[in-house]
C-alpha cells in the first residue's frame, strides 16, 4: 500500500508487497577436467587449454584458465578487481563455493561443498576418471595465500617425473579444501581445477 516498506526478499508492485525471485546472477566457476592427469600438462599454457576445450565440448563458452601457480604466475592473480570481491563462486551446478574469489586465499576450510567435472562427474574415488583421480587429490602448486610454492609445481607443469614433486590439495568429500597443503610426485595423477576468468549469469542454489 501507499507508504508500506516491504520487508526482506520483498518486492513492491503496483501497490503491493510480494516475494522476490532470485534469478541468474553473475559468478566465477570452478570445474575440473574429466579426466586426472599426471604433472606434466604442457606448461600453464598447456593446462589452459586443456581447461578451454573440456569447457567449449560441455558448452560452456565462457575463459577458462588452469587453477595453477608456476614461476610465472600466482593463481590468486587470475581474478582481480570488483570480480574478485564481488562475484560469488560456485561449482557448475550452481552451489555456492566461497563468497567471492578472495575468499579462497583466506586460510579457511570451504565447508560442505563439492567439485564437478565439466562432465558432472563428482571429483572423488571411484566415480568413473580415466585415470582415476588419485586419493582424490587435484594440483595446484599454490600456498594458502594464493601465491606458488617454489619448487612445487611439477618444473612448471612440464614433469611427469616419480622424482620432482607438485603443490597438491584434496578434493573429497572428507576434506573440500582448495588449498590444503600436501605434495604429490608428478607421476601421479590428479584433477586438474579449472576456474572461469570471465564472469558467467548463472542460477546460485540458496
Known sequence: ADGATCGMAMLCDTGTCVKSVPGPQKTILISSLNNAHNGNLGGIAGADALCAKEAAAAG???????????STQNVKTLITGFD??????????GDKLFDNWNDIFDGNSNGDTSYYSFSGRLVDE????????????????????GTVVAGK???????????????????????????????????????????????KSVSVNQ
Open 153 to 199: 609445481t611439477c618444473s612448471d607443469w612440464t614433469s611427469s617425473s616419480g622424482s620432482v614433486t607438485g603443490q597438491n590439495t584434496e578434493l573429497d568429500l572428507s576434506a573440500h579444501q582448495l588449498l590444503k597443503s600436501e605434495n604429490r610426485s608428478c607421476n601421479d595423477t590428479l584433477a586438474v581445477i579449472c576456474v572461469s576468468v570471465g564472469s
Open 60 to 70: 560452456r563458452t565462457d575463459v577458462w584458465k588452469a587453477f595453477l601457480s608456476s
Open 126 to 145: 571411484n566415480t568413473g576418471a580415466n585415470p582415476e583421480w588419485s586419493d582424490a587429490d587435484g594440483w595446484t602448486g599454490t600456498a594458502s595465500n
Open 84 to 93: 574478485a570481491t564481488d562475484l560469488v563462486v560456485t561449482n557448475i551446478k
